[in-house]
């Protein structure tokens, strides 16, 4: 029995004001590259160059595919006096992501000391935040230290940073102290200071934290009294958040947000700033033997985050989608864990080995490069997502709980595909009554809160066409390295 089953058209899946259709701007053909496909500090950020160990990190991250990069610029590091401005390491990532035709989206981010409210806290809001951000002559407002150092960075930058976000994760007091009144003059004042330097720049509204709907819908709310906020759009380009644990949340999450902005006059293109799920097998990372903890999976459980993350998000029709992160660089033990324990967020090691998420990552770009959703089936305990892509159908489907499953995709194309193992197997599959039939494990993961699993089940992946590297009848493959 598959059960009850519903189906999502490709028009339809990415739910509110804006179709699927609408977000392939994204991709740019002419290069062959899919700006969707991105990854969180391609360059190690909140380092010195030279606590960077000598890997070549965004040739590496270039390597899997990624063409965008989300990287923080920490005014606290950077003006650590008033009047006074360290560029170096942000020069040379933006050299760095230019030599490598990444697409750059920079987080304004951090407080420094002579700039707080709240002296001790890098998370609290900048002093003079309701002075104007920019004078009458177009330049940025001194009174205004925040707006002063968004121009500055935006003018440093014209034309090289695609995106500006506006602070992390502001829902979270873990990030900001501030109340949403205070974050929306910290949006404002970023929007018109950024927009006075490089007026093509685009601003994101900071990635919120998961379903932080709440914080959203007080922040909007604020906006929309703002009697400028029809000539500045709402102060914002892009909306992003951040969706970890249960993969399905991607999908929900990206459309439910997408509704309510709609819905408020505020349609914008929605961005999936951070996703991932930390490794807890891998001993370069636990310093001795192996520990699992809250939240986290195994490495081929990792990889296979990958693949559900990307899938949902492509259909709920995300404009950019970045893996949190592209490696271990930077990464700190978490509060609660061990201090041996260091999470194994990124795709790359320290020693710039991939990660089974690596390959799992390069394969998705392989795969869904260029790719529309042409439908989704949200059946009883599994999920099917099929994409359409030039030369070939890509059906994904996994059980999303503990349990397995059979389960079922349509032969759009042909009678013939092959199942794709992410160990870089191919192996041949014939339609029976024009569908292909399958099997799905369900997940053994038990780390989420309750026990829940923080993955789905491993995904099956048929492919139903060519696709480079990938041997038509079958056998093992190796998906080559991408270059700039």
Request: avoid cysteine; charge should be neutral; charged fraction near 20%.
């Amino acid at each position: 029995m598959l059960g009850r089953r519903r189906f999502i058209a490709g028009s339809l899946a990415a739910s509110g004001a804006l179709a699927f259709s609408r977000h392939l701007p994204s991709v740019n053909a002419q290069e062959g590259y899919d700006y969707r496909f991105g990854m969180n500090a391609i360059l190690p950020d909140g380092f010195d160059l030279n606590q960077i160990p000598a890997l070549p990190w965004t040739k590496l991250a270039t390597g899997s595919g990624a063409r965008s990069n989300r990287w923080e610029l920490r005014w606290d590091r950077t003006q650590r006096e008033p009047g006074q401005g360290d560029w170096h390491v942000a020069d040379w990532v933006v050299s760095e992501n230019e030599r490598y035709r990444i697409s750059l989206t920079m987080v304004l981010n951090g407080t420094p000391r002579w700039a707080r409210t709240v002296e001790d806290l890098a998370i609290s809001p900048p002093i003079n935040l309701d002075q104007p951000a920019v004078l009458p002559n177009g330049v940025a407002n001194p009174d205004n230290p925040w707006a002063t150092f968004a121009y500055t960075a935006a003018r440093r930058y014209r034309g090289r940073v695609f995106g500006w976000e506006i602070w992390n994760e502001p829902n979270l007091g873990t990030f900001w102290t501030g109340t949403p009144f205070q974050y929306y003059q910290l949006l404002k004042a970023g929007y018109l200071a950024i927009k006075a330097a490089d007026p093509n720049a685009r601003v994101l509204m900071g990635g919120m934290s998961g379903a932080g709907l709440e914080f959203v819908r007080e922040l909007v709310s604020i906006i929309l009294q703002d009697p400028e906020w029809k000539r500045y759009d709402g102060f914002f380009d892009i909306f992003s958040w951040h969706g970890y644990t249960r993969p399905a949340t991607i999908f929900e999450y990206t459309n439910t947000y997408r509704t309510f902005l709609g819905a408020s006059g505020l349609a914008k293109p929605v961005w999936i700033g951070e996703t991932g799920v930390p490794a807890w097998d891998d001993p370069m990372v636990t310093r001795g033997a192996p520990v699992p903890f809250g939240e986290g999976a195994t490495q081929e459980e990792q990889a296979h985050f990958v693949v559900h993350a990307y899938a949902y998000g492509l259909a709920a029709g995300a404009r950019r989608i970045s893996l949190y992160r592209a490696s271990d660089v930077g990464e700190v033990a978490n509060p609660g864990l061990p201090d041996t324990v260091v999470p194994g967020w990124g795709a790359v090691r320290l020693d710039g080995s991939g990660r089974p998420s690596y390959a799992a990552y390069q394969l998705l770009v392989t795969l869904l490069k260029g790719s529309a959703l042409r439908q989704m089936e949200r059946g009883d305990g599994f999920d099917r997502i099929s994409f359409q892509a030039p030369g070939r159908d890509v059906h994904i489907l996994f059980a999303v709980g503990a349990g397995g499953h059979k389960a079922q995709a349509p032969a759009f194309r042909s009678d013939r595909a092959v199942l794709i193992d992410l160990s870089g197997v191919a192996i041949p599959i014939m339609a029976r009554n024009r569908h292909f039939s399958v099997d799905l494990w369900g997940s053994e993961n038990q780390l989420g809160r309750n026990s829940d699993p923080v993955v789905s089940g491993p995904p099956v992946i048929i492919l139903d066409g060519n696709a480079p590297g990938i041997p038509a009848g079958g056998g093992p493959f190796k998906v080559q390295p991408y270059s700039a």
